[in-house]
């Protein structure tokens, strides 16, 4: 019967509710540093979402500005050629 009795030693052994609140609050520690750091990285993701945001507004901008004056160019160049034509027909 001696052998199924647990001894001193054994009982020892086992984990104490104070090893259990310790590695309870270890492994809590570990989540809010895995929190803290994803965290961390989803603001740096997001920062660099509004800076390319931005930059695409602005080269929007600057393209439909670009294509405004082309057609402003566009239309003046036809008005030219217009003249240049009629004047060719009138001397020609």
Do not use: P, W, Y
Not at 24 to 41: A, C, P, V
């Amino acid at each position: 019967m001696r052998d199924n009795v647990a001894t001193k030693e054994d009982l020892k052994q086992f984990a104490t509710k104070d090893d259990l609140t310790s590695e309870i609050t270890r492994l809590e520690n570990k989540m809010d540093e895995g929190f803290s750091s994803l965290h961390s990285e989803i603001k740096s993701i997001q920062e660099k979402l509004d800076n390319l945001e931005q930059r695409l507004c602005r080269l929007e901008k600057t393209t439909f500005e670009d294509q405004k004056a082309f057609v402003k160019d566009f239309i003046l160049l036809k008005k030219r050629v217009s003249t240049l034509e009629k004047m060719l027909e009138k001397n020609g």
